[in-house]
């Protein structure tokens, strides 16, 4: 919990952090994240990640906003209340109540054309997929490709979360960024628990609205990849609807990716 994080901070051995200071909200409350003072290097993320079970910290990209960059890490703009936990919440529920958000009763050729072959009908949860490798390693390797690029991120800091995983830790730091699409943390929580166990999904970085999990297991087949494309639609349908423009063809660009990434409009 954020009440825990100067206890699970000050628990480190002496030297194991950067220059950095603790966060908190704007609106007041506790602080929710740790955060580094310098850009994020990628040895420190893959150092943090191999310790976390000692430490009850989990490392994450926080980028900032383009034009805007201290928004919203530098700046505490995150909800000052630690947002539910996942229980209560069923993520094949949840990717169905939002599919049906992503349809209309009417016959709409363009929403039609985006949501073929299944149209209207929710296709269910994508079976599990093949590892292709360890989920941490393949972590490692999406970090060192993000940090590579300065301009594809932007401003990226390192931040530590007390929370017990990848999964957890986008709603421990009090992050809203898909507030106009999911309604709580726990929501968002579940969908990446689920996926964590089904694709070996591991959260590396968020953004002001952007979300970026590498994944050890992900679809190799058109007909698998479909599948995983409808949850993403429904999970978060700028993806498709302001990208690609249809399922099949972001199908196409999922296949075989060891990297997910989402943003809300």
């Known amino acids: 919990m954020p009440d825990d994080l100067p206890r699970l901070l000050a628990a480190l051995p002496a ?11 704007q609106a007041g409350g506790p602080p929710r994240y740790w955060l580094s003072d310098a850009a994020a290097e990628p040895e420190m993320w893959a ?27 530098v700046d505490g703009e995150v909800a000052p209340v630690r947002r539910p936990p996942r229980g209560g919440h069923d993520p094949a529920e949840l990717l169905a109540h939002w599919w049906d958000g992503c349809v209309s009763e009417d016959d709409d050729p363009e929403l039609a054309e985006a ?18 490798g360890p989920v941490g390693d393949v972590a490692d390797d999406l970090v060192d490709f993000l940090l590579s690029d300065t301009e594809y991120l932007g401003e990226t800091r390192l931040g530590l979360v007390p929370a017990a995983g990848g999964a957890d830790a986008p709603a421990a ?6 507030v106009h ?14 996926w964590a166990e089904r694709f070996g999904a591991l959260v590396v970085g968020v953004g002001f609205d952007t979300l970026h999990l590498s994944v050890a297991a992900p679809p190799t087949t058109p007909e698998h990849a479909l599948r995983v494309a409808a949850e993403h639609l429904a999970f978060c349908p700028d ?26 409009d």
């Open 15 to 25: 030297g194991k952090l950067p220059p950095g200071r603790l966060i908190t909200p």
């Open 181 to 194: 699409h999911l309604d709580s943390g726990g929501q968002l929580t579940a969908v990446l628990h689920s």
């Open 239 to 264: 993806n498709v609807r302001q990208g690609s423009g249809s399922l099949a063809a972001y199908a196409e660009e999922i296949r075989g990716m060891q990297s997910w990434s989402f943003w809300w």
């Open 47 to 73: 150092q943090f990640r191999r310790n976390h079970p000692g430490t009850g910290l989990w490392p994450l990209l926080l980028s900032g906003l383009g034009g805007q960059p201290h928004r919203p890490w």
């Open 173 to 178: 730091t009090g992050w809203t960024g898909p």
């Open 115 to 132: 949501t073929a072959p299944f149209g209207r009908r929710w296709p269910g949860l994508a079976a599990s997929g093949e590892p292709e």
